[in-house]
């Protein structure tokens, strides 16, 4: 119980940063939908996507590497100096490529008028790839306050420059308040850019960064030794082509959405409003993922920490079993609040239209994350072969089924493609790691929670109707019925004193 009460503690630490502070950050979707249209925001979606695939193609599966190669502390500074050296290397050059040819990048990905904002994309992800690093090292170290206050603060500064930049200096060009200010204003302010400066103030923000990790990189030097690196890249290379590959599975729709869809496939909606409205209705499904990736940062080193330990096996099962349920409820509450979340973050009407989407999006990183725990086996026996087979198995189902169902039903389809895909990816690590590393996961409990949350989420669409203002008491009712049903079947597992305190003892 101490290990899972430390695992907890992390996750609840890096959960500050990624949960807590992405949602203040989606105060900013607040301000975009209310400002621009969808199809003013059509190229932010699709290249932030870029910039996700980017960040796994600049680090290379080092990061593991990383935590598995470094893990004596004796050998920790000559693989971190390796391994920064050559994420350095890779993020200036591609960066630099991207830069120095933006006008023949632009006319590719369909935007010739975002010439600036693939620079300033450009600029970002190399950024977003060299302090993976040194973030990286900061977890194994334990040093989750640093991380934590560096994550936020990047945070708080990207939503103080958004609302300077879309807020405050259009309202001072257009005379409304400040009027003394409007010549410093026009000196750097081009009310032409418009949503562009979500992406400068973005680049703003990240170079922050490199204040918070100053001792990370004083200490730092550029080297490159091939006889440590060779196997570090043995090693990292089939959990290179894991991460490529699930990237893709993440990003594909929005990559691609605008191939696939149907010119006039909404009534009145051009290509470009679809890919804003899909990109926004995301959004709201990240909630999830923010959860996941919370886990994540913690869990990584925790289960390397804990390779060696014959009680592994029932500790992993004990940490899937929570992250199950924890993860369901999450899934069953945003479901039966989704509207109430639309009212709030989606300002303008038109965005709503893609909520349908969401419920789907949510089951498929529901079910990723139940692969990442599961994916530990193939970390730990070192046979990550088997994680680059499974997720490009999951990749080739999603892009199949964006190819078949999109023309078909829109991007309803790339739902459904990622639930399917994240499904197939779980099913099979499971099968294999059965094989290789039995762990006694709780199979029962966990479909339980799955199914039963689907029922919930069934009977809320179809039987209690949104808008009325007695809806959102039978919402509320419903998602609390399915928190008791999960606090009563796990009240064993609770320690003892708390357990006694609750009058179960």
């Keep these: 119980m101490s290990s899972l009460k430390k695992l907890a503690s992390d996750t609840v630490m890096y959960g500050v940063s990624t949960m807590l502070g992405r949602m203040l950050n989606y105060l900013l979707v607040i301000l975009h939908t209310k400002l621009f249209l969808p199809e003013q925001l059509a190229s932010q979606v699709q290249l932030y996507s870029y910039a996700g695939l980017s960040l796994v193609i600049y680090t290379f599966g080092m990061e593991s590497a990383y935590f598995w190669f470094a893990r004596k502390e004796g050998d920790r500074q000559q693989y971190y100096n390796l391994v920064l050296s050559a994420v350095i290397t890779v993020s200036v050059f591609f960066s630099g490529s991207i830069f120095l040819f933006a006008e023949q990048v632009a006319n590719i990905i369909h935007y010739p008028e975002e010439v600036t904002l ?30 934590v206050s560096a994550r936020v603060f990047n945070i708080l500064m990207n939503i103080a420059l958004n609302f300077f930049f879309l807020v405050v200096c259009r309202d001072i060009y257009n005379d409304k308040y400040l009027s003394i200010l409007k ?53 990292a290379f089939p959990l290179f082509i894991m991460n490529l590959a699930g990237i893709t599975n993440l990003l594909f729709d929005r990559t691609f959405l605008q191939y696939l869809l149907q010119p006039n496939f909404y009534p009145n909606r051009t290509t470009k409003d679809a890919i804003g409205i899909y990109g926004q209705c995301f959004k709201l499904s990240i909630f999830m993922n923010l959860a996941i990736q919370a886990f994540k940062y913690a869990a990584e080193p925790f289960f390397y920490s804990k390779a060696e330990d014959k009680n592994a096996p ?41 909520l349908s989407v969401v419920p789907w999006l949510l089951l498929g990183f529901l079910f990723l994350g139940i692969y990442y725990n599961l994916a530990t086996w193939f970390k730990l026996s070192n046979k990550t072969q088997y994680g680059t087979y499974i997720t490009l198995t999951g990749t080739a189902i999603t892009v199949i089924l964006n190819l078949v169902l999109v023309p078909k039903i829109g991007y309803l389809g790339c739902g459904f493609a990622f639930a399917t895909s994240g499904l197939v990816m779980m099913v099979l690590c499971y099968y294999y790691g059965q094989k290789y590393y039995p762990v006694p996961y709780q199979i029962n409990s966990a479909l339980a929670y799955i199914i039963g949350g689907g029922v919930f989420i069934l009977v809320d669409a179809y039987l209690i109707p949104s808008g009325s203002r007695a809806s959102f008491a039978y919402h509320m009712l419903l998602f609390l019925a399915f928190c008791v049903i999960v606090f009563f079947s796990e009240r064993k597992a609770l320690p003892l004193r708390f357990q006694r305190k609750l009058g179960f003892k």
């Design 118 to 147: 693939v620079r300033w994309m450009a600029v970002i992800m190399a950024i977003d790839g060299i302090v993976s690093i040194p973030f990286a090292r900061l977890r194994l170290e334990k040093k989750a306050k640093k991380f």
């Design 183 to 235: 010549p410093a204003i026009d000196l750097f302010y081009d009310p032409n850019v418009a949503a562009g400066y979500i992406v400068l103030a973005n680049l703003v923000a990240n170079l922050t960064f490199f204040a918070f990790l100053y001792r990370e990189f004083t200490d730092f030097k550029f080297v490159f030794n091939l006889t440590l690196f060779k196997p570090m890249w043995v090693y």
């Design 314 to 354: 029932a500790l992993f099962a004990d940490v899937m079993k929570w992250f199950i349920a924890i993860c369901a409820t999450m899934w069953v509450g945003i479901c039966l609040n989704l509207h109430l979340l639309a009212e709030l973050f989606l300002r303008k009407k038109i965005y709503h239209e893609g």
